[in-house]
């Protein structure tokens, strides 16, 4: 929001520096970024100088006073040597003088002879400083005497460029016809600018009114409010429109004004400059006025062609229609974009159809242009998620958006419409209609709430009287009541910020606070007990997961919880089987591919990995977060945390030692997920091979490269190497991807609570190989639980060293070797004892495997 200081000056008076102006409102949470002057004198830095202040960016340019002045052009005359040229004679208040300029908007009174009004411009004297206007950027420049096709300059007719007004070099600045003339420049209408930066919470403030009633508040100034009365000499206008809201809640409150026999021309100078500083673009006076308003008391306008609108209404009265889009509308906005229309869209109408989108832009069929007469003056209130939504649809960003995206109270539509009736009929000549047209079928309940010295204390630490917390809410316009020590406290009709009950008192608190002034408050000791110290188990667990996988070598990353079906269905082998109804579904959307809350971690961490992987030769990554799904008969969906993996590239990074260059496999996956589970101190999972009909869980991965991960009859999820279909949805390298996707919540759920300990043993171990023949088909888990079964306590160690296939073992068979490790605690174990403990072990695994030793 940019602020200039003479504009504020219309509301507040202002004896502060302009500098300690910009530091008070940033304390008072209005962020001043820049300060940026225009022809008042520049301070030597940014703040005051004070110890902590903090510096605020200054730019600009300064005035001489004595060498930038008001002047009259008296003539124009022909350059001899040059058509493009002109010769201005000029009186600055001091002599006369003969200026060259090249300023197109001079052609036209080239060769009139003494002009009958003189133009009133702004003049540099030789030797002033101002920005070149034909070099880029703002370069300073001094002017000195020179011939220009035999012609002596030395001296120049300003344009808003050269001043710093704005970019604008097309032509020089013509005044107003009040300026006076051999005045300086910077005492008539010298600036500096304030560039605020607003958080959305002070909407109330996106405007001059709105950043003046800070100023006044904070220094105890009155405040000045412009004047929202018109001069009406025209008919009635009941029945000159008519109004129709088909749904309240997302259109509040729709007023109309009429002026007529108007004359669309170029805006007051003062005018102009005043939008420059503020950031918009001059049009016309019509534009003008609305875009004025909507800055000075942030109330956006729009202004139709009448007469366009009651030729659509076949010469009758128009009836304004507001509601939603229907199926297939479509609707050309002043941009000249054609614009296909949301259902859930809120549209200005007519009986034809729609006219303008909502708050956001009019539409071009019925805009004022040089040949318009007579204008519909509209000012309204809007939905502000609905507008904000609309714009985030259409990817369509207006100033009026960005006002009621945020919030505008419907209180200020009649006075946005009455200041701009007023502003057209001074600035156009037109004749306004008496009265206006509003419908205010759903007005607001402006929240009350109470205060009093005892909260102001126990939140802000600072001790205030009922008095004078009433006295500091009346600078923001609260209406008080002061009983006892009880403030009760009526929120302004501008303001749709203040909530009820607490959120009402701490909003209330934190007007207080800025007000009296942050910096003010004092720092305090913490009075209260502090509470007993819970801890916090599943919290704390996930975070030892983090740590465990980022010791293991991953790397967490952490993605958007929104998401499209499509981007999901990728996860697919076929992506048309995927189920694009069962989402929750986002009502307003960031972008149109992130619509829906995602059902898949995964999905989620394979966008990463796509966007990474050809930017490094070893990806291990791994994310923690939520997945949600849609609950029947419930608005909200229910939250699944989940836990994914995923692994590709090299099995080392490389290094200036030799390094494995092989490629991950699924051995290294399950190999972290081996050494998780030890840390986190749970036995006993099991990698089971998928059964023939697995469901979607597992068709992501390849059918033979993969398991699904079991704790008992608890299903912990899946892991594996990528199916070659879903693979050929993403764009990655030619290594495998190895993901895992499990669920976090029984992966908790696992952990013990205690985790059982031994002391080392100070009796050496017996070591020993143990080679089996078995059935192909049955697994090594199998092998390791009838071992570790029959081992007993004194089996400390197992450990399977050799898989062997050939004709030695036989058709159908397989050789396991393993590597067992004996050992007590108690004493030295002796060769019978091993020997009794191998005999029992080759026993059971006879008994319940078949298997035998091999020889």
């Given at each position: 929001m940019?602020?200039?200081?003479?504009?504020?000056?219309?509301?507040?008076e202002i004896e502060l520096p302009v500098d300690e102006l910009a530091h008070r409102l940033t304390m008072a949470g209005l962020e001043v970024d820049e300060i940026r002057f225009v022809g008042l004198p520049l301070p030597g830095s940014g703040g005051d100088g004070k110890p902590g202040q903090p510096v605020t960016k200054i730019s600009g340019i300064e005035w001489d006073p004595e060498k930038i002045v008001t002047a009259a052009v008296l003539e124009v005359k022909p350059h001899p040597n040059a058509d493009r040229l002109v010769l201005c004679e000029l009186d600055d208040g001091a002599q006369t003088h003969i200026v060259l300029t090249g300023a197109p908007n001079l052609y036209p009174y080239k060769g009139l002879g003494k002009l009958e009004k003189p133009l009133k411009v702004a003049y540099a004297r030789e030797g002033a400083r101002i920005y070149d206007g034909h070099q880029p950027g703002q370069a300073l420049t001094t002017l000195k005497r020179a011939k220009i096709r035999g012609v002596e300059s030395y001296s120049m007719i300003c344009s808003e460029k050269e001043l710093g007004i704005s970019e604008s070099h097309e032509g020089v600045i013509i005044l107003d016809d009040e300026a006076p003339v051999g005045v300086a420049l910077v005492d008539y209408m010298g600036d500096a600018v304030l560039d605020i930066s607003l958080t959305p919470n002070l909407a109330r403030d996106a405007n001059i009114l709105g950043v003046a009633r800070e100023v006044a508040a904070i220094t105890g100034k009155p405040l000045r409010h412009p004047d929202y009365d018109f001069r009406a000499e025209g008919a009635a206008l009941d029945d000159m429109v008519s109004i129709v809201i088909e749904e309240p809640e997302l259109n509040p409150r729709f007023a109309v004004g009429l002026i007529r026999e108007i004359e669309i021309s170029a805006s007051p100078y003062w005018v102009q400059r005043r939008l420059h500083l503020a950031g918009m673009r001059p049009i016309n006076n019509i534009v003008d006025a609305t875009n004025y308003v909507m800055l000075e008391i942030g109330q956006p306008l729009h202004a139709f062609d009448y007469d366009l609108l009651v030729k659509r209404a076949g010469g009758k009265a128009p009836t304004i229609i507001t509601r939603r889009?229907?199926?297939?509308?479509?609707?050309?906005?002043?941009?000249?974009?054609?614009?296909?229309?949301?259902?859930?869209?809120?549209?200005?109408?007519?009986?034809?159809?729609?006219v303008a989108m909502a708050g956001v832009m009019g539409g071009l069929e019925t805009e004022v242009t040089e040949n318009t007469r007579s204008v519909l003056l509209e000012g309204a209130s809007w939905n502000f998620i609905n507008t904000r939504r609309t714009v985030n649809a259409q990817k369509l960003p207006s100033e009026a958006a960005y006002r009621f995206s945020r919030g505008v109270h419907p209180a200020m539509a009649t006075r946005g419409v009455g200041r701009g009736l007023e502003m057209m009929r001074r600035w156009s000549g037109g004749v306004v209609y008496r009265g206006l047209v509003d419908n205010y079928p759903l007005p607001p309940v402006d929240s009350v709430v109470e205060i009093g010295p005892p909260e102001v204390r126990r939140w802000l630490g600072i001790d205030l009287s009922a008095v004078e917390i009433a006295e500091i809410l009346e600078r923001l316009e609260f209406k008080t009541v002061v009983q006892g020590e009880r403030v009760l406290a009526a929120t302004p009709d501008h303001r749709l910020d203040i909530g009820t009950g607490v959120i009402g008192v701490a909003d209330l608190m934190e007007e207080i606070a800025r007000i009296y002034g942050y910096e003010r408050i004092p720092e305090t000791r913490m009075?209260?007990?502090?509470?007993?110290?819970?801890?916090?188990?599943e919290f704390e667990r996930e975070e030892r997961v983090r740590d465990l996988l980022v010791n293991l070598g991953l790397q967490e990353v952490v993605t958007y919880r929104m998401t499209s079906p499509e981007r999901e269905s990728r996860l697919l082998p076929d992506p048309s089987q995927a189920e694009t109804d069962a989402y929750v579904r986002i009502a307003n959307p960031i972008a149109n591919d992130r619509n829906v809350l995602r059902r898949s971690?995964?999905?989620?961490?394979?966008?990463?990995?796509?966007?990474?992987?050809?930017?490094?030769?070893?990806l291990a990554l791994f994310e923690i977060g939520p997945v949600f799904h849609a609950l029947p008969g419930s608005d909200l969906p229910e939250e699944e945390a989940r836990l994914a993996l995923a692994l590709c590239g090299r099995r080392q990074p490389p290094a200036w030692q030799a390094s494995e260059a092989a490629a991950m496999d699924f051995y290294d996956l399950k190999g972290i997920l081996e050494g998780l589970f030890s840390a986190l101190g749970i036995e006993g999972v099991r990698?089971?091979?998928?059964?023939?009909?697995?469901?979607?869980?597992?068709?992501?991965?390849?059918p033979g490269k993969c398991a699904r991960l079991r704790l008992g009859e608890r299903e912990l999820g899946w892991m594996g190497e990528l199916h070659p279909l879903v693979r050929a949805h993403y764009e990655l390298p030619d290594a495998p991807l190895l993901a895992a996707d499990l669920s976090l919540a029984a992966l908790l759920e696992c952990i013990p609570a205690h985790i059982q300990v031994e002391p080392l043993a100070a009796y050496p171990p017996v070591l020993e190989d143990l080679a089996l023949v078995l059935d192909e088909a049955i697994p090594a888990e199998r092998v390791e639980q009838v071992i570790r079964a029959a081992g007993g306590r004194m089996l400390k160690g197992l450990r399977l060293f050799d898989v062997y296939r050939g004709g030695q073992t036989g058709e159908?068979?397989?050789?396991?070797?393993?590597?067992?490790?004996?050992?007590s605690s108690e004493?030295?174990?002796?060769?019978?004892?091993?020997l009794k403990i191998r005999q029992r072990i080759i026993r059971e695994l006879e008994k319940e495997l078949g298997a035998k030793l091999r020889a």
């Open positions: 940019k602020v200039p200081i003479s504009w504020l000056k219309d509301f507040v889009a229907r199926q297939g509308e479509e609707l050309t906005t002043l941009d000249g974009v054609k614009r296909r229309l949301d259902d859930f869209t809120v549209l200005v109408c007519d009986t034809l159809g729609p009075a209260d007990e502090l509470p007993h110290q819970l801890g916090n188990p971690l995964l999905s989620s961490l394979l966008e990463v990995v796509e966007r990474n992987a050809r930017l490094g030769e070893r990698f089971e091979p998928p059964g023939a009909a697995e469901g979607v869980s597992s068709s992501s991965f390849h159908g068979k397989k050789s396991l070797a393993y590597s067992l490790t004996y050992q004493k030295t174990l002796t060769d019978e004892e091993v």
